[in-house]
């Protein structure tokens, strides 16, 4: 199968090393399509993705300088599936930012006593929570009106100042995506702390309430108070949480460079 490849491969070095470049970098579009925020949603069909890798892929070929030598056979396969990781690798990263807000959200469901109320999120395939599902969808809302797709992808293009296209190896600062897996849940946290901790004071009256009036039960009693409460608190703090969604999203490499 590969000698197969290899042969098809000697096409393209007919036709000149452009087109090989072409293909690496169109490996490493595609890859950094399919886990990028909002374009590298399942909800996409995969022919719009192509089309778009496509288009970027020829946007950004004028503008990256050509090697002085092509690589051949084995070497040109290898390059393919180096610059996909690559392009992965980017996507995900840049998709972290979003993933600030989703997280705040479930952790506000934990508090609210909704955690348990689940629904099915066509974009990621899978069971999430309300005010997860509601956070993620104001965060994209957010990343679009603010040209968070542009600065993504402004992104990956500086990624072949970093990573050129001919690349054999593939080195990544592991303390800084470490950094950025805390971020995230640091961050979070701290954009949801206010409505937790009066979640939390709402608790402790309950609990209060329950010592001096066993009769009462208080755990029941928390499944209609804390829903209201924290849908209440965050209408009120909704337009802040506009401007701090607004900041973070602003810099969407932050962890890339």
Do not use: C
């Amino acid at each position: 199968m590969f000698d197969f490849i290899i042969n098809e491969t000697k096409i393209l070095t007919q036709l000149g090393g452009v087109w090989i470049i072409l293909l690496l970098i169109f490996a490493r579009t595609i890859g950094f399509i399919s886990t990028a925020p909002l374009i590298g949603s399942k909800q996409i069909p995969a022919l719009v993705k192509v089309g778009f890798a496509i288009v970027l892929s020829l946007i950004f070929m004028p503008m990256i300088d050509t090697p002085s030598e092509y690589p051949k056979g084995y070497k040109f396969i290898y390059l393919i599936f180096m610059n996909a990781a690559i392009g992965m690798f980017i996507g995900w990263v840049s998709s972290l930012v979003i993933e600030i807000a989703r997280v705040a959200g479930e952790m506000l469901d934990s508090q609210m006593a909704l955690n348990a109320a689940t629904v099915f999120d066509p974009g990621t395939q899978s069971q999430t929570t309300i005010m997860g599902h509601f956070f993620n969808m104001l965060g994209l809302v957010i990343f679009v009106s603010i040209g968070g797709m542009e600065k993504v992808i402004e992104g990956l293009f500086k990624s072949y100042n970093t990573f050129p296209v001919i690349v054999y190896s593939f080195n990544f600062n592991f303390l800084k995506l470490l950094k950025a897996t805390a971020d995230l849940i640091s961050i979070a946290f701290l954009i949801v702390s206010p409505i937790i901790m009066i979640l939390l004071t709402v608790d402790l009256i309950l609990g209060l309430m329950s010592r001096a009036a066993p009769q009462i039960n208080a755990f029941q009693v928390s499944f209609s108070i804390k829903p209201s409460v924290g849908i209440l608190l965050m209408l009120i703090l909704l337009p802040a949480l506009f401007q701090i969604l607004a900041k973070l999203f602003l810099d969407p490499n932050r962890y890339l460079y």
